[in-house]
Structure formats: C-alpha cells, structure tokens
C-alpha cells in the first residue's frame, strides 16, 4: 500500500481560502467513500476534522469541507484563520481493513 | 469521554523488540470499534501501523506485517503493540487510537509515545 499523495505545503491569506488535495488509487480513495481528513498542531495529536469525503466531526467548524472526484480528495478551508496554520493529512479505506494516510500538506497562514 | 494513554520504554536497542501498551478508559473495549496503532517519525507523516477489532481479529500494514503484533487484555480494557527487530528507522512517535470500522476514521487518539532505537 503506498501511500497518498499530497501537496507539502499550501499557504494562504486570513479569510481567504485554501484546497489541499490528496491522490489515492481505484483502491483507496477512487474505491470508497471513507476519506477522512486530520488537522495536527506542533506536539500534538491529530484532530479529526472530516469523515466519510464530507462529514463534519463534532464541534468542527463548517469552514472545513470535504470532497471527492475520482481518485482526488480535497480538503477546502475557507476564511483563513490564524489558527488554521497546522498539519493537514488525509487517510482513506484501503480494502481488507487496511488504512492509510496520507505524507501530510503543512497549511501556513500568511 | 474516552481517553487512551499510551505507556512503555522510551528507548529500545536495535534488533530487540518494542513494546507499547495503550489504556482505554471511559468505553469498554470489548463492546465494539476498531484499536489502531499509527505511528509518525519525527517530522514526518503519519503511518498506519495496525489494527484490532471484533473477536481478537487483527489486520496489519503490509510493510510492516512481518514484524508487528497487537493484542487485547480485555480485563484491564487495553491493547498492546509488540514490533520486533527494530532499528533507527523505527524511531517514532506511537500513537494509540479509536478506529471506526468500515469507514476508517480515527475519533480518539493517545497523546502519543516517542520510542528511540539507540545501543
């Protein structure tokens, strides 16, 4: 399983907004609607922000979205915030109960 | 609210076996979900190591199957990571998790264990 690929950095202006995106296979992302998205501070664990291509976790704020076309996840972020600058990675479904994630897409705020 | 805590040595020498053990607390292990193990080496991405489910039942990440063991202690609500023949590059910070079967998804994580591969 390799793994999926994304963008190492995506950057942006307060209220503007920014897509990640993150490429599997038909045998991940392509296959299933179980991407999920996580958002991961300095010295942190990461945070769920998106299941199942476009399902908010709780308390997560709508200006994170989700989507899917084809092989292609993304993650949108809409009025850029300072606190949007993190780590960003995707997962997916792979078959078989295998996971697997994303190389991460670092979000800078400018 | 469920939390899990990761706990073992932080440092283990080369060719010798890591293990990690994770406690759950405010959900029963043994009712249902997934327990994963993901790990990231320092500065780098996240990578699935491992995961328990229904009946004991395990399932690994290829590159790693060779060496990776997880269990159940169903009677103190945790579950454990044993990866054998470890060297530098197993270094990484281990993270237990909650894992939704089906779709995948991690609502739960440990705060992450950081284990060093150093004689």
């Known amino acids: 399983q390799s793994a999926l690929t994304q963008p190492p950095s995506a950057s942006g202006s307060p209220g503007q907004s920014v897509t990640i995106s993150c490429t599997g296979t038909?045998?991940?992302?392509?296959?299933?609607?179980?991407v999920s998205w996580y958002q991961q501070h300095p010295g942190k664990a990461p945070k769920l922000l998106i299941y199942e291509v476009y399902k908010w976790s709780s308390g997560v704020p709508d200006r994170f979205s989700g989507s899917k076309s084809g092989n292609t996840a993304s993650l949108t972020v809409s009025g850029l915030q300072a606190e949007d600058e993190a780590d960003y990675y995707c997962?997916?479904?792979?078959?078989?109960?295998?996971?697997?994630f994303g190389g991460g897409t670092k979000l800078t705020v400018l | 609210q469920v939390q899990l805590q990761e706990s073992g040595p932080g440092l283990v020498k080369p060719s010798e076996t890591l293990s990690l053990t994770c406690a759950v607390s405010g959900y029963s292990i043994s009712d249902g979900y997934y327990w994963a193990w993901i790990r990231q080496p320092p500065g780098e991405g996240l990578e699935w190591i491992g995961s328990?489910?229904?009946?004991?039942?395990?399932c690994y990440n290829p590159s790693l199957k060779s060496r990776v063991s997880i269990s159940v202690d169903t009677s103190r609500n945790q579950f454990s990571l044993r990866l054998s023949s470890v060297t530098a590059a197993d270094r990484a910070v281990y993270y237990c998790?909650?894992?939704?079967?089906?779709?995948?998804?991690?609502?739960?994580w440990g705060q992450g264990a950081l284990v060093t591969v150093s004689s």
């Open positions: 038909s045998s991940d992302v392509g296959g299933y609607d179980y």
């Open positions: 998790a909650r894992l939704w079967g089906g779709s995948s998804h991690v609502d739960y």
């Open positions: 997962s997916s479904y792979a078959g078989s109960n295998i996971v697997v």
């Open positions: 328990l489910y229904h009946g004991g039942n395990t």
